[in-house]
Every structure is written in structure tokens, then in C-alpha cells.
């Protein structure tokens, strides 16, 4: 008998497992019930809407950027932190890692960012909006903000403009909240999305997979603790310097990037 049950079982789960790899490789053609772009789209407009209408956004995330050795390993560093803002020209964010603890304040004109583990802060002026910044940050600094796609005031014209196939998955569930759950594809990057369902519709996973680096690295950032408008608790978004942190040129803020030094390539390492 235990000979037979064995046996059951086994064909039992190779059964599943043929089922599941069929379903994964029936998503490149989709039901058209399944794969409607044009609902795809207007849940993420929705989302999208919704976002820019809340003057204050505050959340707690967590994130994993992955990264590809020279030997072809892939690793993924892990931090966690928190956002909140005002809208059009306030932020104030903090990530912790096992490399870094920092946090970045901006008032609508000067950005702070601040090393607490080397109790060093800089400091520039960049007047303008939340998304003068976003740009500021990832072009001009290096220093992108966590989510920083989904901070803009409008996020659907940002991140559909070079999209090329759309998918509509169904729904999942991320940290006990039930989300739509979208998949878009852009020439260079592929993305993935899920959204709160109900009267707020908010971000709770974003996953993006970069396709023009060996072995398709992913940055993932899960968002939890969501809240809007008076629960938002208040922000000063200028920086006191409780601990007289030394003031010093931004490159000379050091482990305050995504990826650590030691992680750097170059003949040092």
C-alpha cells in the first residue's frame, strides 16, 4: 500500500508540475479575457490618478536590488525605509541597509542627504518640484529615491511612453492586500506592477527586470504601511543636524548609494 501511495504521489506531482510549466508558458498568448490592454491600461491610469490627486503620501517599503558578479552570481542587497511627501516640492525619505543608514530630506530648495553611520551630511540647492528632483537625483547624482517612478506627479505618461506589450495577470495578494496584477514590456526593461484593489488604489509591489544586463537583474520594492492625506503624520523636510554632522561635498558622501563600495568593480576589488 505505502509502495502505491508513493506512486500515486509521485505522478500526482509531476501531473502539477506539467500543469503549472503549461500555464506559465501559455502567458506569452494569453485569453483575450485574460490580456485586455485596454483594461490593463485603465487600471493603471486609475492608479496612476489616484497617486497625483493625494497632496500628502506617506509609506514604509522594502526593497531588493540585485546585482551580477563577474563570475555570473547573482546577488541581492536588501534595505528597508520610509517615504512621505507633500505635494509638488517636499520629501523626505530614509533607507537603512547593512552598509548604509541615510536619509535625504528636500523643502522645495535644498536636498540634504545625510550619512548616519558617518555622521556626515551635503547639501545642494535644487529648486523645483518632487519631479525636478527625481530627475536631479538619478541623472545628475546617482542617488535615484526608492520608487522613484511612482513618486512623479503623473505616473502613466512617465512609465507607458515606451511600452510595448501589456498584460493583465489577474490579481495576487501582497502583504495580505489583494492587487491587480499587471505586466508590461518595454524594449529595454520589462516591468510588473500590483495594485491595490478598492477606492485606493495604490502601488504594493513593483518589480522591474533589466533585459540588456547578463542574467536579467531585478530591482524589487514592496510597499507597506500605506497612508494619505491627515493620516499622514507632519514634516518639517529641513534638516536640524542634531548630531553636528561635518558638512562635506557629495562625492565625499560615501556608502550612501544602492550598491556598496565593496561591491564596486575595478582592480581593487
Keep these: 500500500m505505502e509502495t502505491m501511495i508513493r506512486k500515486s504521489m509521485r505522478i500526482f506531482a509531476a501531473g502539477m508540475l506539467a500543469a503549472i510549466l503549461a500555464s506559465i508558458a501559455g502567458l506569452g498568448t494569453l485569453p483575450e479575457a485574460r490580456a485586455d490592454e485596454t483594461d490593463a491600461k485603465n487600471l493603471f491610469k486609475a492608479m496612476s ?3 497625483a490627486a493625494q497632496s ?6 522594502d526593497v531588493n536590488y540585485e546585482v551580477v558578479t563577474g563570475d555570473k552570481q547573482k546577488l541581492a542587497l536588501a534595505a528597508s525605509g520610509t517615504v512621505t511627501l507633500n505635494r509638488p516640492d ?39 518640484t518632487i519631479d525636478h528632483l527625481v530627475d536631479e537625483l538619478r541623472d545628475k547624482y546617482n ?3 526608492p520608487g522613484a ?23 495576487g495578494v501582497i502583504g495580505g492586500v489583494e492587487c491587480d496584477y499587471l505586466a508590461f514590456r518595454t524594449d529595454e ?3 510588473q506592477i500590483w495594485i491595490a484593489q478598492g477606492d485606493r488604489p495604490y502601488p504594493c509591489q513593483y518589480v522591474i527586470t533589466t533585459k ?19 493620516e499622514v503624520a507632519a514634516d518639517d523636510f529641513s534638516f536640524k543636524n542634531p548630531t553636528n554632522a561635518a558638512k562635506v561635498e557629495p562625492k565625499e ?8 563600495q565593496h561591491f564596486m568593480t575595478g582592480a581593487a576589488q
Design 189 to 191: 526593461v520589462d516591468w
Design 90 to 128: 517636499k520629501i523626505h525619505a530614509t533607507r537603512s541597509a547593512g552598509f548604509a543608514d541615510v536619509e535625504m530630506l528636500f523643502d522645495g530648495k535644498t536636498l540634504t542627504l545625510f550619512g548616519k553611520n558617518a555622521n556626515l551630511y551635503s547639501q545642494v540647492e535644487v529648486p523645483g
Design 149 to 171: 517612478d511612482l513618486l512623479l506627479s503623473n505616473v502613466n505618461d512617465a512609465l507607458m511612453a515606451n511600452v510595448v506589450d501589456v498584460k493583465d495577470l489577474g490579481s
Design 253 to 260: 558622501l560615501k556608502d550612501s548609494n544602492d550598491i556598496p
Design 49 to 51: 490618478d489616484y497617486l
Design 56 to 61: 500628502a503620501i506617506s509609506f514604509a517599503y
Design 212 to 230: 540588456l544586463v547578463d542574467m536579467a537583474p531585478q530591482y524589487s520594492l514592496r510597499i507597506r504601511d500605506w497612508k494619505t492625506g491627515d
Design 143 to 145: 542617488k535615484p529615491l
